[in-house]
């Protein structure tokens, strides 16, 4: 009985401990959700930035290089690349020049640019410094120069992906944390859960030395109806010896009713020892009365007066207590 209070316990932590684990799960879930739709909003900036360096050839700066006097456009789109490469202010149009000098070596910087580690001072002057003109746009830059064209598709993208990742990467860090939370909780759980497993054991171990004290009724049920025979024909005995027939009469009687209500009694009596458990006195009686009257209803014989001692209890240790 002890122990089915202890394995009824250890479920009820278990299964509190596993609505924990399943609301920080969800939370996790929810915030990768939310995380990743943010990544594949950003995904098409990034294939557009690379689009754009991928459609600028060499030859493409070379001409670009070559421009003694630029149009304001381009000279804005080449200000705010090397500004998002880190100049603290765009440079002048002949300091651009030598830096596009070697192009494989300009484009490179532009492939390998890691827009994640990059502080968001560059990003925010471009914004409000140049983005914000009439003329940077890409209609007019492209009629201007191909090429200046194509830098101005990266800029933008880039600036649109850096835009979008500062507000998936607290959304991230949040997710590690759940994520954390949620493994350290479900390392606990399943520590509970292998404990409940060895009480739940030891529980069904008892079960079934239920069972086998059942399988011992069978057999004392066998026994009782063999003594019953032996009882009738004891009858003749009985009646010779008048008094102690009479006695003998009342004796089998009252172990007749025993016999009758043996299945019901005994089925009373293992409610009581799978069920008591704390109760008080009082309220396990209003249970046996309870069970009694169901029994009664539904046909199942048992004594009027149902009592565990009576039917469970030896006269003879009770009188030893």
Partial sequence: MQRQKSADENKKVVTAESEVVGKKASEAEAIETDAQAELD??????????????????????????????????????????????????????????????????????????????????????????????????????????????????????????????????????????????????AELKKKTDQLGAVLAEVAALNEDLNNKKSELGALESTIERCTGQLGRAETLVVLLADEGIRWAETVDKIQLEIDALVGNVFLSCACIAYYGGFTGDYRKKLTDSWTAEAKERNIPCSDIFSLAGVMGDPVTIRGW
């Fill in 41 to 186: 909003a950003a995904e098409p900036e990034v294939k557009a930035a690379q689009a754009a360096l991928n459609s600028i050839q060499s030859s493409d700066l070379v001409e670009l290089k070559s421009l003694n006097a630029p149009k304001p456009g381009v000279v804005s789109v080449m200000q705010v690349v090397f500004i998002l490469l880190g100049d603290k202010k765009g440079p002048d149009w002949k300091t651009m020049q030598s830096r596009i000098k070697n192009p494989a070596v300009f484009l490179r910087q532009l492939t390998e640019y890691d827009v994640d580690n990059q502080p968001d001072a560059q990003f925010n002057k471009v914004r409000k410094d140049y983005f914000k003109k009439p003329e940077y746009n890409k209609e007019t830059i492209t009629n201007l120069s191909k090429c200046a064209g194509s830098l101005y598709s990266w800029t933008v993208a880039t600036a649109r992906y850096q835009e979008l990742m500062k507000k998936v990467k607290p959304k991230m860090g949040r997710l590690k944390e759940v994520q954390t939370i949620a493994a350290d909780a479900k």
